[in-house]
């Protein structure tokens, strides 16, 4: 891509969403703000964020506030005060506070001088650090983020990409340089017939400017030498910026538009029919075979019954035949034998299907368009509630299951359903938290946030849990269609591609390909700092994610019941789980060809989320291949009688 001179590659981290064209609408989410001439238009500050540098390489994770000691921007003469966030602003990193920035509706100013400041040599090294590694400021205009215009390479089309650099490095040279001017372009639009003025674009453009003297009126647009920090000596460096506005034609409906970009299309619909293609053949192929096959077993099961009644000596050659051609009738007396671990696996499958419906809520709102991206934080925040909330069906499908499969500890599954899942991620998040607080980076959580989440769990999501699970312990059993023998039956040896490995490596792998490139967007937006909004696509691939995955897992189920084993349950839970090994390796190539992560708390960081994701994943893509292998192993076996 091309820059109007330098630009960060992408910024803001909020996955936040409008999505466009024939996958959906945008829907304001927050009403418009006018102003009239002469009017105080604020500007706030948020976090400083990393984004790839030169190289197109991310070389840093941690974000830091921008009023972080070291970077000593100017303040307002009251000193910062923090704008009101919503939790999943906080969670997603925003730290938004007031600034020292005078913005006047409609007024051109040029040359204003905000403070001067000395850089001593800790502070100097530290900033040069920060620029070598490629680091953006972040403005905010009227909920509009400040950037700077870019040239998609492949469309030519231009667009606005939040964030701008705190400078320029030129390795030829080896030398870093400051940035210490701004040129703030605002483009505002009239509402109609009135004298009232709305903000539809906020470009800033950085300029690093070495004053001598006294700051005049066009002193800043001189031939000044750059801003170059010295570490091993004191830098006095002093602030300015220009304001200009700019009349624009832009709607306010239509203004996040320019934000909203689509690097090649292209790939999105070729990834999208790719994976469509190969999820219809599969689906069919399944169909076709498991009918097709399942047709003749049961005819000739049914056939071998009534012929049963005739010939009770059991000895013809006919019921040999059957027996020899398929094995999955065989074990009708062991394949709903209670698993092993039953109290484990119902509290996955419990919280399984709660992630899966929130999920798919969280997608179809965002489809919808109601996760505004003038609404920081909707994404986070929506998904926190909606988890929190569907601790009701967490709670019902686990006791469901837990009682179908017979297990007696319906206490601890009462207790764990709600404690066990979340507290692993919880956990995890905790511990990566406390690298961020060690880095002083503006990405920690704050302790009063983590506290407010802990309570909205125990004060919310538990109650419904426990209510769910007392509603499913309560309601009558799913009786197995057939009856369970009491002594177990001998289970053969299998070949290898049935073996728990390399079955298990199968099914995961083709539910991986169906969100493969959507994954690589997704990725590309939580740690380039892009803005994702996408949920079209996402929605589609995340359909045939489901599809794939139980086409998949039926039929190694399938394929497992014809060689008489009948230990189904964890193979189909675990089967598709192993989706999550493959995003996990596709997460680590990802951070090898386009990470240069060169610190230990980075490479922590970013391996600990990715295990955090990846576990998610095991969760949700585990309990979609049971819950499809459990509808079709109570199917098949309902269809044949048994004496």
Known sequence: MQLRRDAPAGALLALLAAPQLAFAFYLPGVAPTSYTQNDHVPLYVNAIRPVAGPDAMLHSVVSYDYYHPLFQFCKPKDGPKSVGESLGSILFGDRIKTSPFELKMGVNETCKTLCDTTYHKGAALFVNQQIRSGIALNWLVDGLPAGQVIEDDITKTEFYNPGFLLGQEFEDVDQVLFNNHYDIYIEFHQVPSTEQYRVVGVIVEPKSRRYTGAVGYDTCNEALDPVVLDEKGDTKVQFTYSVYWVPSATAWATRWDKYLHVFDPKIHWFSLINSAVIVVFLVLTVMSILVRALKKDIARYNRLDQLNLEDLSGTGDLEDGIQEDSGWKLVHGDVFRTPSHPLLLSVFLGNGAQLFVMTGFTIAFALLGFLSPSNRGSLGTIMILLYTVLGFVGGYTSARMYKTLQGDKWKLCIILTPLLVPGIVFSIFFLLDLFLWAKQSS???????????????????????????????????????????????QIPPVTTYLKPVPSMLLVGLLPFGAIFVELYFIMSSIWFSKI????????????????????????????????????????????????????????????????????????????????????????????????????????????????
């Open 532 to 643: 994702y909004y996408m949920f079209g696509f996402l929605f589609l691939c995340y359909g045939l994610m489901i599809m794939t995955c139980a086409a998949v897992t039926v039929l190694m189920v399938y394929f497992l019941l014809c060689a008489e084993n009948y230990n189904w349950q964890w193979r189909a839970f675990l089967g598709a789980g192993t989706t999550a090994v493959y995003i996990f390796m596709n997460a680590v190539i990802y951070w090898v060809s386009k990470l240069s992560l060169g610190g230990f708390a980075g490479s922590v960081l970013y391996i600990g989320y990715s295990l955090l994701i990846s576990f998610l994943f095991f969760i949700l893509t585990g309990s979609i291949g049971f819950f499809a292998s459990w509808l079709f192993v109570r199917k098949i076996y309902s269809s044949i009688r048994v004496d």
């Open 443 to 489: 990405g920690a959580v704050p302790f009063t946030t983590m506290l407010v989440i802990v309570l909205i769990w125990f004060v919310i999501s538990v109650p419904l849990s426990c209510a769910g699970s007392w509603l499913g312990f309560r309601a009558p059993v799913m009786e197995a269609p057939v009856r369970t023998n009491q002594i177990p039956r």
